[in-house]
């Protein structure tokens, strides 16, 4: 068959794994072993110069680890991918590898907390101008991409607050100024959007959220053309960012069910999201599902699915929050995201917490909004859940 026509959850299951395999064994192996033994000196050259296949050392390449690459290089369509200790590593490790100095990058207000951080914290200390556009504005981010930069940094979906961007627009806008355009693509996954097929330089995620799916694994990963994999790679290599073996594993093994479960999320937040706009104490539902989104257009042609994750704010904010999240039964209360688990937490304390509560307000969160990343339980269930602790936290209202 050819290569082309596989379908993604086929290439989920099988894809990468092949040359992995020993022994016979129809599972990747976790190799812990840090160092790789020669007794032919050449041929230790040899792969310690690149200019044959093998492994030196596990900060620098490990077969568990690179069956992790093969597979996410298929899922995402690129040339190569490499990877990382976690989601930020693969964000910081990037911008370290292609950003100087004097350089400017351009991006958005509504990028994941952590990367929001190096936007404002780390790259000015390096001389490193920043623009963060606002979010879903085209014509700002193109403007300011028109006046040269570096970087373009786009995240579609966004967090906490489910924002589109049209990437196959800002990729045109970034490729004209010359820039390198680079997407997060944690929150759509590969089987929900492919970047790389709209055009952008590079594709990363936090394998951490939805690839892993288990909430027991941390790692990052990027997905591009050789040249600049093998760039941002060598920085890695060198400074040390490397993905656990038993983390490679892990997540493997979660990719294997990828299209299952995000198919289920989607599907539950889709319902989800209904279920909430009808709701008494909503104030607002934020879902790229629903027609009331103001880039449901765009969504609809760029993704094939809305993906797992939503929000909603509610009427008396942090207050009503405090009623009803702890009322949950099938809902995590924590900071993760694309676990099997419903999850559930106030951007404040979850995606944002880096952040003032006016950077917050400035970057348009509501201090009472709720993130949720829906699992992949009967969604019956999670409805009457939800039912439950709202109707409870009414009741702390009208008592009050
Ligand atoms: C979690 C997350 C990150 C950071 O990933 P870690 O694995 O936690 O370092 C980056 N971007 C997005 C969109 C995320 O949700």
């Known amino acids: 068959m050819a290569k082309e026509n596989i379908k993604k959850g086929t290439q989920a299951v099988w894809a990468g794994e092949k040359d992995y395999l020993v022994h016979g064994a129809t599972q990747v192996p976790v190799v812990l072993s840090v160092a790789y033994g020669y007794n032919d000196m050449d041929e230790w050259y040899d792969v310690a110069t690149g200019r044959k296949k093998g492994h030196i050392y596990g900060r620098n390449t490990n ?66 101008e920043v623009v963060l556009c606002d979010t879903g504005d085209h014509e700002q981010i193109e403007k300011e991409v ?108 979660g990719m294997k069910t990828l299209h299952l479960r995000v198919r289920q999320q989607c599907e539950n937040a889709m319902t989800l999201a209904n279920y909430l706009q009808k709701e008494e104490l909503v104030e607002g539902v934020y879902y790229p599902g629903l027609k009331t989104h103001p880039n449901h257009e765009i969504a609809k042609a760029q993704m094939t699915d809305f993906g797992g994750m939503l929000s909603f704010a509610v009427k008396g904010g942090m207050d009503t929050v405090k009623h009803l999240l702890p009322q949950l039964q099938f809902a995590n209360r924590a900071a993760n995201l694309g676990a099997v688990e419903t999850t559930v937490g106030p951007a404040r304390t979850t995606s944002h917490i880096e952040c003032t509560p006016e950077e917050r307000a400035a970057m348009g969160i509501p201090e009472g909004l709720i993130r949720v990343s829906c699992g992949i339980e009967d969604i019956e269930d999670i409805i009457a859940d939800f039912e439950g602790a709202f109707r409870h936290a009414e009741k702390m209202f009208t008592d009050r």
């Open 146 to 253: 028109a006046k040269g930069c570096k970087i373009l940094y786009l995240e579609t979906p966004t967090n906490p607050t489910v924002k589109i961007t049209d990437i196959e627009r800002m990729a045109k806008a970034g490729k004209e100024a010359g820039a390198l355009v680079i997407v997060d693509n944690t929150f759509a996954t590969p089987l929900n959007q492919t970047p790389l097929s709209l055009g952008v330089d590079l594709v990363l995620h936090s394998a951490t959220k939805f690839l892993g799916g288990h909430a027991d694994a941390l790692g990052g990963v990027v997905c591009g053309p050789e040249d600049l994999i093998e760039k941002i790679y060598h920085y890695r290599e060198i400074n040390g960012a490397t993905m656990d073996p038993m983390a490679a594993y892990l997540i493997l093994r």
């Open 63 to 128: 077969p568990t680890v690179q069956a992790f690459e093969e597979k996410m290089k298929v899922l995402e369509g690129a040339e190569a991918a490499t990877s990382f200790s976690t989601g930020m590593a693969a964000i910081s490790n990037t911008f370290s590898t292609f950003l100087v100095p004097g350089d400017r990058i351009v991006s958005i207000k509504d990028t994941y907390g952590g990367t929001n951080k190096i936007f404002t914290e780390f790259l000015p200390r390096q001389e490193i």
